[in-house]
């Protein structure tokens, strides 16, 4: 499972997104916080199912592009999506270096206390063509 995980996986890179998506709402089903040697910092997400099919078909239509990850409003990460995510499990390196408050931050996802939402952070600017690797423009 852990490969699949892997695959999915959310690396962070600045572009910009194609036409607005809609914000959508995730149903999460359970959140995981911990510290990866590869990845540093990491919430491991699982959505219910007719959540992963909706964030599957969201994702797939901004492949190359940014995708803000909110948590009650806040952003937590903004990140490039490489591919489709169209497993219901995914992990994300999240820029939050408070131990205690990352973990808080997956208990409150878990429970249901918090609201979790993907947005365009671009608000529909056009998304030039790039791979996952791609440099950071300014």
Same mark, same amino acid.
């Given at each position: $499972?852990?490969?699949?995980?892997?695959?999915?996986?959310?690396? =962070?890179?600045?572009?910009?997104?194609?036409?607005?998506?809609?914000p =959508?709402?995730?149903? !999460? !089903?359970?959140?995981?916080?911990?510290?990866?040697?590869? +990845?540093?910092?990491?919430?491991?997400?699982?959505?219910?199912?007719?959540?992963?099919?909706?964030?599957?078909?969201?994702?797939?239509?901004?492949?190359?592009?940014?995708l803000?990850?909110?948590?009650?409003?806040?952003?937590?990460?903004?990140?490039?999506?490489?591919?489709?995510?169209?497993?219901?499990s995914? $992990?994300?390196?999240?820029?939050?270096d408070?131990?205690?408050?990352?973990?808080?931050?997956?208990?409150? $996802?878990?429970?249901?206390?918090?609201?979790?939402?993907?947005?365009?952070?671009? +608000?529909?600017s056009?998304?030039?063509e790039?791979?996952?690797?791609?440099?950071?423009?300014?």
């Amino acid at each position: $499972m852990r490969g699949t995980l892997r695959a999915a996986f959310l690396t =962070l890179s600045l572009c910009a997104g194609p036409a607005r998506a809609e914000p =959508l709402v995730l149903d !999460v !089903v359970s959140a995981d916080f911990y510290r990866d040697d590869l +990845n540093g910092n990491t919430l491991s997400i699982e959505l219910s199912p007719t959540s992963a099919a909706e964030f599957g078909d969201y994702t797939g239509r901004r492949v190359g592009c940014l995708l803000d990850l909110l948590v009650d409003g806040r952003v937590v990460v903004t990140a490039n999506v490489n591919e489709p995510v169209t497993h219901p499990s995914f $992990m994300v390196a999240i820029p939050i270096d408070d131990v205690v408050a990352a973990d808080a931050l997956a208990r409150s $996802m878990s429970s249901g206390e918090a609201s979790v939402v993907v947005d365009d952070p671009e +608000n529909g600017s056009p998304c030039p063509e790039r791979g996952p690797t791609a440099p950071e423009t300014s």
